[in-house]
C-alpha cells in the first residue's frame, strides 16, 4: 500500500512539473509577441504640436493627389495602414492640415474617420470628392455643399402581402417606400435614433463666401456643355452600392425630402423643400461618425456623373479627375472662410 501511494505521489509530482513547464513556455512566448498598437504609443511616430489640426479627407487617389496638389506637404507618416500627410496651406498660414485617405465604402470611411480623431487633436474634418447627381438641375462638374446628410440604404425589406409591401408595427420609416425597401433610422444609442446628419451652420455660412472658377475640360479636352458652378444647399445620401440606376435615383430625388423651417436661396430662388441632390459612398457614415464623437465635419461633393440618369452609358470614367480637381478647388478655397 505504502509502495502504491509512493509511486502515486512521484506520478503527480512528475505531472505537476510539466504543468509548470507548459505554462513557463506560455507566458515566456507571449511576453515577446508584438503588443497590440494603441493611440498613446502610436502618437511619438507623428509630428506634436500646440495647434490641433483641421482634417482633410478623401476616398481614393484622384481625390486625394487633386487636394496635396494645392497644398505644402511637411511630412507624412503610415499609421495602422492610414498614410497622414501633414501640410500647410500658403493662403492660411499659422493652420496646420492633416490629409489623408479614407478609401471608398462606408465601412472604410467610418474606420478612417474613428482612427484619426482617436490619434489626432482635430479642430474639423473636411471631405473632398467626387459623386453621383440625383438632381437634374445640376451637372457634371457641379459642387455641392449638403446641408444634411442620410444613410438612404439603412433598410428595411419589407414583407409582401397581397401586391404590396409592408413593415411591422413596431418598426419605424420616415418615407414611403421604393419596393420592398424602407429607409430606417439610424440607432446612435444614448443619443437616439437619427434620420439626417446636419453640418454645423458656421461651416454652412463659410462656404457661403466662396468664390472659386472651377474647371470645364478634362485633360484630354472632353469639355462639359455647361461651365460648372458651386451650389450650398440640397441634402446628400450615402451607401455601400455604387448608384447607377435611374429608377431608384428618381426615387430618391422625389420621396427622400424634407421642409425646411427657414426658406433659402437655391438655384436662384427661395425654397423651404430640400430635396436628395448627390449621392456618395461615404460621406453619411463619416458624418456620424462625427456626430458621435463631437467633431464638426463638412462635405464638399463634385458630380462625376449622373448616377443612371445621364442618356447614354455612366459619365463616371470620363469626368472623376475632373470632378476631384474642381471639389478641391472648392475645399482649398473654403480654408481661407474658416474662422
Not at 45 to 60: D, E, G, N
Not at 185 to 198: A, E, H, K, N, Y
Not at 258 to 284: C, K, Q, R, W
Request: charged share 15%; hydrophobic share 40%.
Amino acid at each position: 500500500m505504502n509502495l502504491i501511494s509512493g509511486r502515486r505521489a512521484v506520478l503527480l509530482s512528475l505531472f505537476l512539473a510539466a504543468i509548470g513547464l507548459v505554462l513557463v513556455f506560455v507566458f515566456a512566448s507571449a511576453s515577446m509577441l508584438p503588443k497590440p498598437a494603441s493611440s498613446a504609443n502610436l502618437l511619438p511616430l507623428v509630428p506634436q504640436r500646440q495647434q490641433r489640426y483641421t482634417a482633410i479627407m478623401s476616398a481614393f487617389a484622384p481625390e486625394i493627389s487633386a487636394v496635396l496638389q494645392g497644398m505644402t506637404v511637411e511630412t507624412s507618416r503610415t499609421v495602422m495602414g492610414t498614410t497622414y500627410y501633414f501640410a500647410t496651406y500658403p493662403e492660411t498660414p499659422g493652420r496646420h492640415y492633416l490629409v489623408f485617405q479614407t478609401n471608398v465604402s462606408m465601412v472604410n470611411a467610418a474606420a478612417a474617420v474613428q482612427k484619426t480623431i482617436m490619434l489626432f487633436p482635430l479642430d474639423r474634418l473636411v471631405f473632398s470628392g467626387i459623386a453621383g447627381g440625383v438632381d437634374d438641375r445640376l451637372n457634371i462638374g457641379d459642387v455641392v455643399a449638403p446641408l444634411k446628410w442620410i444613410e438612404y440604404q439603412e433598410n428595411i425589406l419589407g414583407r409582401e402581402v397581397s401586391g404590396t409591401y409592408t413593415i411591422n408595427p413596431w418598426q419605424y420609416s420616415p418615407f414611403p417606400n421604393y419596393k420592398e425597401r424602407f429607409i430606417a433610422q439610424v440607432d446612435l444609442g444614448s443619443q437616439g435614433p437619427v434620420t439626417w446628419f446636419d453640418v454645423p451652420q458656421y461651416m454652412i455660412e463659410a462656404a457661403r463666401n466662396v468664390s472659386v472658377t472651377l474647371e470645364s475640360c478634362t485633360t484630354s479636352n472632353i469639355c462639359l456643355e455647361k461651365k460648372p458652378k458651386f451650389f450650398v444647399g440640397g441634402l446628400g445620401g450615402s451607401s455601400q452600392s455604387f448608384l447607377d440606376n435611374a429608377e431608384f435615383r428618381e426615387y430618391l430625388w422625389n420621396q427622400v425630402t424634407i421642409t425646411n423651417t427657414t426658406p433659402y436661396t437655391y438655384f436662384g430662388e427661395m425654397t423651404t423643400t430640400l430635396h436628395l441632390d448627390v449621392i456618395d459612398m461615404e460621406s453619411a457614415s463619416a458624418a456620424q461618425v462625427c456626430r458621435m464623437n463631437g467633431v464638426d465635419c463638412f462635405f464638399f461633393r463634385s458630380l462625376s456623373d449622373l448616377a443612371g440618369g445621364g442618356p447614354g452609358e455612366n459619365e463616371m470614367n470620363t469626368f472623376f479627375q475632373l470632378a476631384a480637381n474642381n471639389s478641391a478647388k472648392v475645399m482649398l478655397a473654403y480654408l481661407k472662410e474658416l474662422p
